[in-house]
């Protein structure tokens, strides 16, 4: 595969979800691309619009109340959204797949994990049963679940959390997918199995090529494994880095609280600036930028119109921020 193959293009999507209160946008004009071999961490709190970004991708969106109403998606230079459902159904597994990040709920409690992981080269290789399961123990073994010929025929209860992230993993790139999105794939970890699974990922890309989307809350993982960032508030990206640069010197308030709050073993002892206040309700953005409730740089100008456009601030990093200049010069 072509390392400079640009594999997944996101044009200014858009999403709402149509609910009795109202319309809620969730995605508002979010564009990004992927490349082979590349790692591309979308960051933002919980409601910043990560995972109806990834599920908008796969087609998987709840509709109603959920609808694309605007943008691309272009998988290898083809627009999904164009597409019947039959042929994204052909895109999903063998191009983009997806971890999910509830193993526990994802995995169906009442077939064994071997079953599941067959029912991919079932439905999509038309594999026999045996053939089926033998590539499942093949599967289970390359994401380094012990014994895996013995608990092929387990339940998802009777592993712990971390194999059954391996499990879902595996299910994941069954089909040798060319883009993973993996959300929030570490939740609910300890830190030494989060490693481990940071650690197979990786090990996974680089073995097939892939192009990795890692979407997250956890700053201290994305400081390891990835190339670049894209940071998320109320459905917006409001800054796009390098991650060596983002996390020297961010260039957006939000991302400035970000790191901010974050534990540091300098700085023990002392109280962290945490972020003020909450995220916006979809349902009644305020007017202007929509960090603005939060952010200590507000001046007039962020409280009126519209949300400023992501523009860049130096080669290779953009900022959506009025005051750009005096958050990036902040020292």
Not at 158 to 166: A, E, I, L, N, P
Not at 265 to 293: R, S, V
Request: some cysteine.
């Amino acid at each position: 595969m072509n390392t400079n193959e640009r594999l997944l293009e996101v044009n200014d999507l858009r999403v709402e979800f149509r609910m009795r209160d109202g319309i809620a946008h969730a995605i508002n004009g979010v564009s990004f691309d992927l490349h082979a071999r590349e790692t591309l961490a979308i960051l933002g709190e919980s409601g910043s619009g990560k995972s109806v970004t990834a599920q908008a991708i796969m087609g998987i969106l709840d509709s109603p109340p959920g609808f694309v109403t605007g943008g691309e998606v272009k998988f290898r230079g083809t627009d999904l959204l164009t597409q019947p459902e039959k042929e994204r159904r052909k895109v999903r597994g063998p191009g983009i797949s997806m971890i999910f990040q509830d193993a526990l709920s994802s995995l169906n409690p009442v077939f064994p994990v071997g079953w599941q992981i067959a029912e991919m080269f079932r439905q999509h290789r038309g594999m026999n049963r045996a053939d089926a399961e033998a590539k499942a123990i093949e599967l289970m073994e390359r994401v380094h679940i012990p014994a895996a010929r013995e608990r092929v025929r387990a339940y998802p209860h009777q592993f712990s959390g971390g194999m059954r992230q391996r499990i879902m993993i595996a299910m994941a790139i069954a089909l040798d997918p060319v883009v993973l999105i993996a959300d929030e794939p570490t939740t609910a970890l300890d830190v030494t199995v989060q490693a481990q699974i940071m650690g197979l990922l990786k090990e996974l890309q680089d073995e097939a090529g892939m192009g990795l989307i890692l979407i997250t809350h956890d700053l201290g993982v994305v400081a390891d494994v990835a190339d670049r960032i894209a940071v998320m508030y109320a459905g917006r990206l409001v800054e796009t880095s390098g991650v060596v640069d983002l996390y020297a010197r961010p260039a957006h308030p939000y991302t400035k609280g970000l790191l901010e709050s974050i534990p540091r073993l300098d700085l023990k002892g002392q109280t962290l600036n945490a972020i003020g206040g909450l995220p916006p309700n979809l349902l009644a953005m305020p007017a202007g930028c929509p960090f603005h409730p939060r952010c200590r740089y507000a001046v007039d100008i962020c409280r009126e119109g519209e949300p400023p456009p992501l523009e860049e601030v130096v080669a290779g990093r953009a900022a959506a921020c009025h005051r750009v200049r005096e958050v990036y010069g902040d020292e």
